[in-house]
């Protein structure tokens, strides 16, 4: 992404291969978030990596802003021939107007002054292969609406910035927001994207809708999710079967995940403090194998000024998205108990040597998964330090 300015003209943005010209700062309201560009890039990558290439594709990008993503998703993938770019506030529909002519794409960008929620509620017969919700804040007010609006067989990508409640730091307004009391864990991120689509699975769950996590990733200062969309009362209920509690112990880091409350115990089996709980969340996969290793694959082609940030994102999930749920870390088990941090390097050696599956998590530098019972790994951290 580059950055030119000119206080009287405005500023002229290229990131990916979309060129924005963007009212002068302060000028206005249209906002623009240059932070939020490995976010787009992840979402063309997942556009063109996921979907076959003869399906034409109608994209939905209900908070358009700029129109930044919606002139790289027809930009840069092939098989996007429609997108509805909308936002609520005519002064930004206006810029997303100029950046769709700017990058000569009239005929195939439909810039719309509306509500969110009003404009996908008026496309429950007209529906689309994908539904990106970007809002500030939670996605879940946008939910219902944007899974009526998608197809079957569709994705809804939605992004989740308020990561405050997500993550446990703030449990009434995750409780109010999302319907689930979380837990404060060392795995939060891991934690912020299952509660997003634990709310999603339930929601859908009452129209009769089944969801599959295809990516979920976990970047800055947001989660983000993208879900397949079943129809019908068999794949909504094989989706809330997904969800379950998580029995956590803060004091000798022990995690526990359960589809029925009658198996916690409140106390805990591995070292006898009172435990925590919390749910329901998403227990099931968070990334679809297939699509992982195409979006590896086609990662080098990606015009990107993040390319390596998103390369190794890539790599750490092509190896944890079949490993166990509920990721360590290392600094977090050399706090607890007064240990020097082993580098990650070497606890994946140690784990893998003692026959333990160990994979690295995108989720964070000093994190991995294993199937090894936490009293197990905590001893054999101790023994080769």
Known sequence: ???????????????????????????????YNPRMSLNRDIAVLFVSSYFPGWRQLRICDTMTGSGVRAVRYVLECSNVTNVVAVDREPETVETARETIRLNGLEGKISPVTSDANLLLLNHLSERFDLVDLDPFGSPAPFFESALRATADGGILAATATDMGPLTGARPAACLRKYGVRPVRTEFEKEMAVRILASCLATIAGRLELGIRIVFAHASDHYARIY??????????????????F??????????????SLESISAVCGNCGSKTKMGGSIWLGPLWDGATVQTMVQRTPTLLSSRLTEIQNLLSCVEEEWDAPAFHYRTDAIAQRFGMKPPAIRKVLSVLRENSYQAARTHFH???????APTREITSLLRNSA
């Open 365 to 371: 530098p000093n994190g991995f998964r294993t199937n």
């Open 246 to 259: 998580l029995e956590y112990c803060p004091s000798c880091l022990m995690r526990n995940a359960t589809k």
């Open 1 to 31: 992404m580059t950055l030119q300015s000119n206080a009287s003209a405005g500023r002229e943005v290229h990131e990916g291969k979309a060129t924005l010209s963007l009212p002068p700062q302060g000028a206005g309201s249209v906002f």
């Open 227 to 244: 879900v397949s969309i079943l129809t019908g009362k068999t794949s909504a209920n094989e989706s809330t079967d997904m969800l379950g």
